[in-house]
């Protein structure tokens, strides 16, 4: 690990002129703080790679690009004036009134999906067993436990747990005056999550629900926006510390530090170490993937009747390429590549600004999507966190799983609104 003095000046410009451009293009705050999250976020899983690896200088060009791109076609996209026109008109896929119309079954949608993930955490399988001491060890049982649930009645549980996403959303939004019931119902949920997808030692799930619950705060005004930030440093100071120690604890290690400082010097190794200082290894696969493949396989990801179309999972690819351990054998962990990392995997040294350009543009109409409807408040502030962990290196996963989501949801919802209609002709009909 060689420190790069001249990435760092570079990387920091970019930076500035990147932040000064979302401040003179967006005039929303919302629109502002998601492309700061973005900022960020790219920094800290990307430019770590390049700034503490002397070596990956030559990708500098790429990181920068990728940035601004990113930006400015997410910034114009949420906060530009485009309408779906059809027929001369303006048109909107669904509107708050379709959901307040439906809200009573469109709630149910939600405790559904509750009732199915409490009673999925022990059947058909009895997830609770994870709990041990040998959770916390690099076994590849998470991975043996998701490839038993690739088919067969839990597979067909984790559909529909993912179409009805949304609605467990918009549920919570309308019990979001009751924070105790919301908080707990929340956490519940999260729990239950991650012991059904092997995630208990994952550091950013238990993350998430922190910054979840702090917005959620927030937003309800149950705290102020001081309050926010003297919590947010406070966490951000602790959680320093528990990633660090965690990570030790899941790697088997026992390791003595000094001070905050050498904590956070462990934390800026850790994630450089993971998978975006290697990017000479992401650029050595662009060959054997193919760009238009990919997007192919993004956008296919809802249709769940077509046949795999072979692309892979980027981070399993990666980590099976540097560890040389198939998902789920034993000491199989995964690594992230990082935002910058996928795009080199995928179009190579030189052109991986493209992928930022793909993902501003996908992430850009999500987004603009969700903020126009207040019933999916919460569905926004969830994928808000998303989107800030997919820069470690699940872009792919982001997007499959929001496009997904949202598909479905909105099938749904078109479904309710014929069936609603079929029923006041109805009555209408027998008035007459």
């Known amino acids: ?64 690009a990728y940035l601004l791109i990113m930006t400015i076609i997410m910034g114009l996209i949420i906060d530009g004036r485009y309408k779906l026109t059809w027929g001369g008109r303006a048109r909107e896929l669904i509107n708050d009134q379709h959901i307040e119309e439906s809200m009573q079954l469109v709630s149910g949608l939600g405790v559904f999906f509750f009732i199915v993930v409490v009673v999925s955490t022990f059947y058909p399988v009895n997830y609770f067993s994870q ?5 916390f060890a690099i076994t590849g049982r998470r991975f043996a436990l998701s490839m038993a649930r690739s088919n067969g009645l839990a597979w067909m549980i984790d559909r529909i747990k993912l179409v009805l996403l949304p609605f467990f959303f918009i549920w919570l939004y309308r019990i979001r005056s ?12 999260s729990f239950c999550d991650m012991l059904q997808n092997a995630m208990i030692t994952s550091r950013s799930n238990y993350l998430q629900v922190i910054i979840f619950i702090l917005v959620y705060l927030t937003l309800e005004r149950k705290i102020s926006k001081r309050q926010l930030v003297i ?48 990017l000479d290894f992401c650029n050595s696969v662009s060959g054997d993937l193919d760009f238009f493949h990919f997007i192919y396989h993004c956008l296919t990801a809802p249709l769940f009747f077509l046949p795999d179309d072979g692309f892979p999972t980027l981070s399993y690819y990666f980590t099976t390429g540097v560890l040389g351990l198939s998902y789920g054998q034993v000491g199989y962990y995964v690594i992230l590549p990082g935002a910058l990392g996928e795009g080199v995997m995928i179009l190579g040294k030189y052109f991986a600004w493209i992928y930022g350009g793909f993902f501003g543009l996908y992430s850009g109409a999500f987004f603009r999507f969700l903020r126009k409807h207040n019933y999916l408040r919460y569905v926004y ?25 949202t598909f479905y949801f909105m099938i749904i919802i078109y479904l309710i ?16």
């Open 178 to 189: 009751n924070w105790k019931a919301f908080i707990l119902v929340f956490v519940i949920y």
């Open 1 to 64: 690990m060689q420190f790069d003095l001249f990435s760092l000046v570079v990387i920091l410009i970019f930076d500035v002129i990147t932040v000064l451009t979302i401040y003179g293009m967006c005039k929303r705050f919302e629109t502002r703080l998601l492309l700061l999250v973005g900022v960020f976020c790219f920094n800290f899983s990307s430019c770590l790679g390049i700034i503490l690896q002397k070596e990956n200088e030559g990708y500098l060009p790429s990181a920068v």
């Open 231 to 278: 919590y947010s440093a406070i966490i951000a100071v602790f959680g320093v510390v528990l990633l660090v120690r965690f990570k030790d604890l899941i790697m088997g290690k026992s390791l003595s530090y000094h001070g905050l400082g050498s904590y956070v010097t462990a934390l800026l190794q850790s994630e450089n170490s993971g998978g975006q200082a290697r």
């Open 381 to 405: 502030v969830y994928f808000l966190i998303q989107f800030g962990l997919a820069f470690r290196g699940g872009m792919q996963a982001f997007i499959m799983r929001s496009l997904n989501c």
């Open 417 to 432: 609104q014929i069936v609603g209609r079929g029923r006041k002709r109805n009555a209408v009909t027998t008035d007459v």
């Open 131 to 135: 709990l041990s001491t040998s959770s």
